[in-house]
């Protein structure tokens, strides 16, 4: 998939500035409508507003068993709105089909992906235990789907992370809906092997021999792609890309002079060391690509994984 076409992402509507919040307030996500806007399309949902909850309303918890919380009025506890909550994310969820990746609003008793606090039914606080009654529902019918909270995209880590994951598994939606087949499928997988080598290697080692078992390809996809959101999710060391771009540097020994050997390496060594930004090895990396076309990896995806102008390279 090109970058010029547009991905889709669900989100918190109040994380786009909607004043749909229960005081008429909104939690805009300056990275959401300011950064990730040029490039992706947002689908907006606010479960409250949806199951008819009007604004201003009255705020609401999760109360009872951290697993199965019941949804409910924080100062009157007549108030209980699970039943619409869950019909409303049963019924909405398995639409969501053409999105490929959701921001929720972290600690909503609606949205909140992690860490929600649960209270019993006399009003005392169990801890930050729960998850959104929406938020689980959505994670439990597309459990591949990339999901973070706004909190958590402030870490450049999980920030450049999650983009990745987004546009890597657009990029799967679309080799599905086009039909997936046994080429395909080692196509995807050959240009995502140094990015899966720089998130992890022991799970990249298993990896690869999925592509290449007989049985059916549908079998195989479902498996692959499982393995695979797996890998990237582990946030990528600099141990890993340490070993990744020394692995990559060694298509080179043939072309370049010792010279340039010798900086190339020491380059490697200043990243690993903390001295250097990642960008700097990338750069020099793939204009020796460039220069001596190495076709086996001019298209790996590892140099190219998102679009460049959201810098998400530039703090790691
Ligand atoms: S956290 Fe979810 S339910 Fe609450 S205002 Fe935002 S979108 Fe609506």
């Known amino acids: 998939m090109s970058h010029s076409q547009r ?39 606010c479960p409250e507003k ?16 951290p697993e199965n919380p019941q949804l409910i009025g924080s100062s009157d506890s007549s108030l209980n709105v699970t039943d619409a909550m869950q019909t409303f994310a049963k019924d909405t969820t398995p ?10 609003c972290a600690k909503s008793p ?14 005392n606080g169990l801890g930050k235990v729960g998850v959104g009654l929406f938020a689980r529902q959505l994670m439990a019918t ?17 920030r450049e992370n999650f983009v990745l994951r987004v546009v890597a598994y657009a990029r799967w939606q679309a080799l599905i809906a086009a039909g997936i087949t046994a080429s395909g499928l080692e196509e995807f997988h050959r240009r995502h092997k140094f990015l899966l080598l720089a998130h992890n290697q022991a799970i990249y080692r298993e990896i690869g021999p999925i592509v290449a078992e007989a049985g059916s390809i549908e079998d195989k996809a479902n498996r692959y792609i499982a393995k695979f959101m797996e890998t990237l999710k ?37 990243y690993a060391a903390g001295q250097l930004p990642l960008l700097v090895p990338l750069e020099m990396l793939s204009h020796y690509l460039k220069k001596y076309h190495v076709d086996y990896l001019l298209d790996q995806y590892y140099f190219d994984p998102y679009p460049r102008d959201l810098k998400l390279r530039m703090g790691l």
């Open 7 to 45: 991905i889709r992402i669900g989100i918190s509507a109040c994380l786009l500035g909607e004043p749909v919040r229960y005081d008429g307030g909104h939690k805009r996500l300056p990275f959401a409508d300011q950064e990730l806007s040029r490039h992706f399309d947002f689908l907006n949902i």
């Open 50 to 65: 949806a199951i008819g909850m009007g604004v201003p309303r009255p705020t609401i918890r999760l109360v009872g068993d």
């Open 142 to 158: 597309h459990p591949l789907l990339p999901v973070e909270e706004n909190g958590r995209l402030n870490d450049v880590h999980l």
């Open 234 to 270: 582990h946030i990528a060391s600099t141990k890993n890309h340490t070993n990744t771009l020394m692995h990559i540097q060694g298509f080179f020994k043939d072309h370049l002079d010792a010279e340039d050997r010798l900086k190339l390496t020491e380059t490697i060594r200043d």
């Open 110 to 123: 609606s949205c909140g992906m992690e860490r929600v606090p649960v209270y019993d039914e006399k009003g």
């Open 95 to 104: 639409t969501l089909t053409d999105i490929s990746g959701y921001i929720l």
